[in-house]
């Protein structure tokens, strides 16, 4: 196995150096008190362990295994130091494993069996990226391929990792400033702890998708990550996109905007309450009611009255509160003589307004005390 050495204290780096040379199976291929990155590809995909201190002068090893994983995502992590009040960080980051200085063969000999048993990186291939990933957001969080018929979650290692994830997918393919995530998702908390959990969260992620790597790609660039997809489609803008294309709704056309409306499966990450996504939740369901209102008042126009209540009654289970999409579903029950359902629909219209403190439109009111007149 080939490794790789970093630690700001020459002694404590030859010692590791000298105590690994008791492994015939160990290739030292690089070790360094400078912790600087090698941007060479080719280098760290040849490495499969990288031994780190934690508590370096010019960096914190937090960042710099995060660093590390951009290249490389298979790398097994080893952290070595003389302080154990960073055991903690070093787990919530899955380290594949964490050793007090000074360093013995015996304790050695258990990390590199570890190594051993989950493969080393050889045997850690990519999905084939020739097919398409299909990332869903419209509702949770799934991921499908082409050749897969059911949609999958990812094990997350931690809440904030997710997070940090869809909060990249959110703003993909654009650079987002650290201290733009470390405020969004860790505003509460000493920054300098906060930059940790950042670090953590990072490298939790490259971890959590290691097999998508091909598809997904998180890049430290200057003071802030970008992620970038390759082959890759997602429900909410191919949604957007189809709705933009698509042509004006009439009679000929609502097929084609039924097979569009289809794709909006859910809320936008409606299984997630983060502040940062309300405002782009509450516009993509306001984008979706406009279109679904247009849909059911063509079809009521042409007296499809079956397909303009199919319509009507989806926009009510969203927004309740809507006066108007109420009062079509008055009439047009009404229209059929289904009595129970316009009583039904009036009441829950009085409540759901009641709950706002306010009160339901005069007009309604008086075009319902009519009909019960009648």
Known sequence: MNVCLFDDEPMALDYLHHQLNNFSNINVLHKSTEPLIDHNHNF???????????????????????????YNPHINIVFVTAHDQYALEAFEMHALDYLLKPVTVKRLKKTIQRVKSIGSRSENKHIDSTNTLQINVFGGLTFQLDNSSTPESIKWRTSKSK??????????????LKSELVEAL????????????????????????????????ISNIEDGYSLQLHNVQIDKKEWEKQLQEAPDINLYTIETHEEIMQLFTGNYLEDFDYLWLQGDRFELEEIWLHHSRK????????????????????IIKKRPEDENTAFHLMKLYASLNYRMLVDYHYKQLHKSMAELDLTVNSEITTWYTNWKKN
Request: proline share 1%.
């Open 163 to 176: 997070e940090l994830f869809l909060y990249l997918l959110h703003h993909e393919g654009k650079l987002v």
């Open 44 to 70: 760290w995909n040849e490495l499969d362990i990288v031994f780190l201190d934690i508590e370096m002068p010019e960096t914190n090893g937090l960042a710099l295994a995060e660093q590390i994983t951009t």
């Open 295 to 314: 849909m059911a008042h063509c079809y009521q126009v042409h007296n499809y009255i079956e397909k303009a209540i199919i319509w009507y009654t989806e």
């Open 186 to 217: 860790w505003g509460e908390i000493n920054v300098d702890k906060a930059f940790s959990y950042l670090y953590v969260s990072i490298y939790n992620i490259r971890q959590a998708l290691r097999k998508l790597n091909n598809y997904i790609k």
